[in-house]
């Protein structure tokens, strides 16, 4: 009801062309309303985003859910399949969705329906996990599969709605702020994750079911705060489906949005080996799976620390600088990877080493400290790269169709599941290198990003 007051109070507004003396208390009623409008929605956007990251993190696909699956089947396509689902079903229904919402007078509905819909998803999944336990099951593997899917969907499929919705709400000037501070306490809360994760796992399949439980918490509340940003509705600008279709190729063949998609094509290949370096971990060096924990934990630590220096990065260099030095430090994951066991191999050290164990575990957080360091990089330029490629009016079609593309390409690095099953780790490690320094080199073909003041 306050919500809906504010926006009768702005828009049934009217001074009837009235004489009003300049200290009258009825001119700095509407500035007050406004500013009240924009912090509640700034508050509830911040505490939206934050609560999704922590939904998110407490499931991870690369950390939590690849070593679930992992106890559900040996076949390595199937735990690969897992983060390209995260990925390929969370990016392919933006287009449809851009379609779908594009000039309508509101987005609240749809952005918070699918919040909804995600939730319960993750519900379904933990009521199931508790009462039938972890263990090989293709009952349990079809539910999860099934239940992760529509996860992704939903979430995706909101995406468009909220991004829409938050650049109503939220001036420009103060959409930089406002996103960066999203990443921020999504970061803090994922770090809250990573020792949750810990924990709940050291009490084996039980600890799957509780985390199941907690992200549907924060999904739930993550979709009530949707609910108190106040939109400003905008007139309908009512638009045929073949007309939008028609308009694609337009969008399409503008150079900036050709060589962008090339670049984060590559990028989106590179993390062919994403879902295997955890499970590497756990198989090959032989680390226990509450380290799962300490490295989602200090992955999000990353993403903190990493946090200001990639805004400041944005604002005095750009975008194009910013996604060139993400990719840059993504190089070192499989580069760890592949090095760590020819040192551990040499003759000459391995004796000297007090607790060899320990720095396999040390050796091997590099990884996910530069999984973290890039993570924060990307989720900051999907928000900023894109919208400044887009003019206003085509923005909701922009993410959408773009992001649908990166979808169809997510889905190929599922294929490093056969790239285990028949060459093993360090074949799908080198293919990682091989395609991360391809998209470095590609990222020299980004367009020129517009300066921010100093």
Same mark, same amino acid.
Request: aromatic letters at 10%; one cysteine or more.
């Given at each position: 009801?306050?919500?809906?007051?504010?926006?009768?109070?702005?828009?049934?507004?009217?001074?009837?062309?009235?004489?009003?003396?300049? $200290?009258?208390?009825?001119?700095? &009623?509407?500035?007050?309303?406004?500013?009240?409008?924009?912090?509640?929605?700034?508050?509830?956007?911040?505490?939206?985003?934050?609560?999704?990251?922590?939904?998110?993190?407490?499931?991870? +696909?690369?950390?939590?859910? *690849?070593?679930?699956?992992?106890?559900?089947?040996?076949?390595?396509?199937?735990?690969?399949?897992?983060?390209?689902?995260?990925?390929?079903?969370?990016?392919?229904?933006?287009?449809?969705?851009?379609?779908?919402?594009?000039?309508?007078?509101?987005?609240?509905?749809?952005?918070?329906?699918?919040?909804?819909?995600?939730?319960?998803?993750?519900?379904?999944?933990?009521?199931?996990?508790?009462?039938?336990?972890?263990?090989?099951?293709?009952?349990?593997?079809?539910?999860?599969?099934?239940? @992760?899917?529509? @996860?992704?969907?939903?979430?995706?499929?909101?995406?468009?709605?909220?991004?829409?919705?938050?650049?109503?709400?939220?001036?420009?000037? &103060?959409?930089?702020?406002?996103?960066?501070?999203?990443?921020?306490?999504?970061?803090?809360?994922?770090?809250?994750?990573?020792?949750?994760?810990?924990?709940?796992?050291?009490?084996?399949?039980?600890?799957?079911?509780?985390?199941?439980?907690?992200?549907?918490?924060?999904?739930?509340?993550?979709?009530? *705060?949707?609910?108190?940003?106040?939109?400003r509705p905008v007139p309908p600008r009512p638009r045929s489906f073949a007309s939008w279709v028609a308009e694609l190729p337009r969008l399409l063949a503008r150079r900036p949005v050709r060589r962008f998609l090339v670049f984060r094509?590559?990028?989106?290949?590179?993390?062919?080996?994403?879902?295997?370096?955890?499970?590497?971990?756990?198989?090959?060096?032989?680390?226990?799976?509450?380290?799962?924990?300490? @490295?989602?934990?200090?992955?999000?630590? %990353?993403?903190?620390?990493?946090?200001?220096?990639?805004?400041?990065?944005?604002?005095?260099?750009?975008?194009?600088?910013?996604?060139?030095?993400?990719?840059?430090?993504?190089?070192?994951?499989?580069?760890?990877?592949?090095?760590?066991?020819?040192?551990?191999?040499?003759?000459?050290?391995?004796? &000297?080493?007090?607790? +060899?164990?320990?720095?396999?575990?040390?050796?091997?957080?590099?990884?996910?400290?530069?999984?973290?360091?890039?993570?924060?990089?990307?989720?900051?330029?999907?928000?900023?790269?894109?919208?400044?490629?887009?003019?206003?009016?085509?923005?909701?079609?922009?993410?959408?169709?773009?992001? *649908?593309?990166?979808?169809?390409?997510?889905?190929?690095?599922?294929?490093?599941?056969?790239?285990?099953?028949?060459?093993?780790?360090?074949?799908?490690?080198?293919?990682?290198?091989?395609?991360?320094?391809?998209?470095? $080199?590609?990222?020299?073909?980004?367009?020129?990003?517009?300066?921010?003041? %100093?």
């Amino acid at each position: 009801m306050r919500k809906e007051t504010f926006v009768r109070t702005m828009s049934d507004h009217d001074p009837g062309g009235r004489s009003v003396p300049a $200290l009258e208390p009825t001119v700095s &009623r509407p500035r007050s309303s406004e500013r009240r409008r924009l912090q509640q929605s700034f508050f509830f956007g911040v505490a939206n985003g934050g609560l999704l990251l922590l939904g998110d993190a407490l499931i991870h +696909p690369v950390l939590v859910l *690849t070593v679930f699956v992992s106890q559900l089947t040996e076949r390595g396509l199937l735990v690969g399949l897992v983060p390209a689902m995260s990925v390929s079903l969370w990016f392919l229904p933006q287009a449809i969705a851009a379609a779908f919402v594009e000039g309508r007078r509101r987005q609240l509905p749809w952005a918070t329906w699918g919040g909804i819909v995600r939730a319960l998803a993750i519900a379904i999944l933990a009521a199931v996990v508790l009462a039938h336990g972890v263990g090989p099951s293709p009952t349990l593997l079809t539910v999860f599969f099934v239940c @992760y899917a529509v @996860y992704n969907l939903a979430a995706g499929f909101a995406f468009v709605p909220l991004v829409e919705l938050t650049a109503r709400a939220v001036p420009p000037d &103060r959409r930089g702020f406002f996103f960066s501070q999203r990443n921020l306490w999504g970061a803090v809360l994922s770090l809250a994750a990573g020792f949750a994760v810990q924990r709940a796992l050291v009490f084996g399949e039980a600890g799957f079911a509780v985390l199941f439980a907690a992200s549907f918490a924060a999904l739930s509340l993550a979709a009530y *705060t949707t609910l108190w940003i106040v939109e400003r509705p905008v007139p309908p600008r009512p638009r045929s489906f073949a007309s939008w279709v028609a308009e694609l190729p337009r969008l399409l063949a503008r150079r900036p949005v050709r060589r962008f998609l090339v670049f984060r094509s590559l990028l989106a290949l590179s993390t062919i080996a994403d879902p295997f370096f955890v499970v590497y971990a756990q198989r090959v060096l032989g680390l226990p799976a509450e380290t799962v924990g300490f @490295y989602l934990a200090l992955s999000a630590l %990353a993403r903190i620390l990493a946090n200001p220096l990639w805004g400041w990065v944005v604002q005095h260099w750009g975008n194009r600088q910013l996604l060139q030095l993400a990719t840059l430090v993504r190089v070192f994951m499989p580069l760890v990877a592949l090095g760590i066991q020819p040192i551990l191999g040499w003759e000459h050290l391995v004796p &000297r080493l007090d607790d +060899p164990q320990q720095v396999v575990l040390v050796t091997f957080a590099f990884v996910f400290v530069a999984y973290g360091v890039t993570l924060s990089a990307q989720m900051l330029a999907n928000f900023t790269a894109v919208l400044e490629l887009a003019h206003p009016e085509e923005r909701p079609t922009l993410v959408g169709v773009t992001n *649908t593309i990166l979808g169809v390409v997510a889905l190929v690095p599922m294929l490093g599941g056969l790239v285990v099953d028949r060459f093993g780790y360090s074949a799908v490690f080198a293919l990682a290198l091989a395609l991360s320094l391809l998209a470095l $080199l590609a990222s020299g073909l980004l367009p020129a990003s517009r300066r921010q003041p %100093a």
